[in-house]
């Protein structure tokens, strides 16, 4: 008999929900996080036995336990989720059911799970992104010290002549230890993105997809990769505009009966795509190819809409180079499991219900 599995996952503990094929619930148990707890509920299900669970805070693990052991998971989308399953009474107990009887219907508005490889380029170019973040403000907080007291200085302040200027500059003690903790923390970030910046490199040279996205003006080997990470399988998208609007970069539209309204850009999706773009839209904007386009835009609706309009037509670019170019490099799959079995092969005996199989990504993709 099939069964179906819903799991509420939270930082410390999860509850766990085990429906049956003809909805009745047989399980719903709360657990601590952690692989020998979570077996000893699911670990005696079939191989393949679908598992669903919300995109929520630290879910990066559960994925690799369900993975390892042969379930099938299914990443929901929470927004989607709540506009489709929204209820009076909301506890864990009723989450967990309500996402193992969604699954159970074919109903879940499911999230693209990206390969592990993908996950770790996505930790690594968001770590990257974050430290350089973070030496920014550390740069902008020094140069908020010496405007305080009235110092300005044309050239760079973080070569030698600079950070000469900075240590002569006649400032309180208080002010004094800011600028000094704050270059401190500057030297010790520099040689770590300098190391990130190698693995970047790296990357960027074994994906021949970089090259190809580094034609688009404001595009880079960082920003390429970037791009990469985030969309994952351009083959998601059956269209430049799908792939737009997965990205938050189409407008909201409210409509009833006659009346249409179109308001700002949704930002569902990847923040991290949509900052990354904009930086290139940047560049972009200035270039011979866009330009035209940006100063019209920006003289009827104002730069800032302008820069967005700018950033979705290089999303469109980069969605026709991708789609068109060689597959992505192949990804080597892990070894089939066994639920509960480790290195186990999965029984034929357990294949997927019918009416539950999908292309990947394909319907009801919302990550």
């Given at each position: ?29 709360n ?76 109903l ?25 973040r ?24 973080w ?8 240590a ?13 903790d ?37 595009v880079?080997e ?5 791009m990469l ?61 866009f ?42 799959a ?28 394909r ?5």
């Amino acid at each position: 008999m099939s069964v179906y599995v819903g799991i509420d996952v939270h930082r410390k503990r999860s509850q766990v929900a085990v429906v049956t094929g003809d909805g009745t619930v047989q399980l719903n148990r709360n657990v601590v996080n952690g692989t020998e707890p979570m077996l000893k509920l699911i670990g005696g299900l079939p191989a393949g036995t679908p598992v669903a669970f919300e995109a929520a805070f630290g879910w990066g693990w559960l994925v690799e336990l369900l993975e390892d052991y042969g379930f099938d998971p299914h990443l929901v989308h929470p927004l989607r989720c709540k506009a489709i399953a929204s209820a009076r009474l909301k506890n864990d107990k009723v989450d967990a059911a309500t996402l193992a009887q969604l699954l159970r219907a074919d109903l879940l508005p499911e999230a693209w799970i990206a390969p592990p490889q993908v996950r770790q380029l996505r930790a690594l170019l968001r770590h990257r992104a974050s430290l350089v973040r973070l030496g920014t403000g550390l740069r902008n907080r020094i140069h908020a010290v010496a405007a305080d007291h009235g110092y300005d200085r044309s050239a760079s302040y973080w070569t030698g002549p600079g950070r000469g200027w900075l240590a002569e500059l006649d400032l309180p003690p208080a002010s004094r230890e800011v600028i000094t903790d704050c270059l401190a923390a500057i030297d010790q970030l520099t040689p770590v993105i300098e190391r990130l910046d190698g693995e970047v490199h790296r990357h960027a040279r074994a994906d021949p997809r970089v090259k190809l996205l580094a034609t688009l003006p404001g595009v880079g080997e960082f920003t390429a990769l970037m791009m990469l990470a985030e969309i994952g399988d351009i083959t998601r998208f059956p269209s430049a505009r799908k792939l737009a609007a997965w990205a938050g970069l189409t407008p909201t539209v409210r409509g009833s009966d006659v009346k249409v309204r179109h308001g700002h850009i949704s930002k569902q999706g990847s923040a991290w795509l949509r900052w990354v773009l904009n930086q290139a839209a940047q560049t972009a904007k200035r270039s011979p190819q866009f330009a035209p386009t940006y100063a019209a835009i920006a003289k009827r609706r104002g730069k800032k809409i302008a820069t967005i309009a700018i950033a979705r037509k290089l999303l469109t670019r980069a969605y026709h180079l991708l789609a068109t170019a060689a597959p992505a490099p192949a990804v080597t799959a892990a070894p089939a499991t066994t639920a509960g079995k480790p290195g186990g092969s999965p029984s034929s005996g357990h294949a997927r219900p019918r009416g539950m199989s999908r292309p990947a990504g394909r319907a009801r993709s919302f990550d």
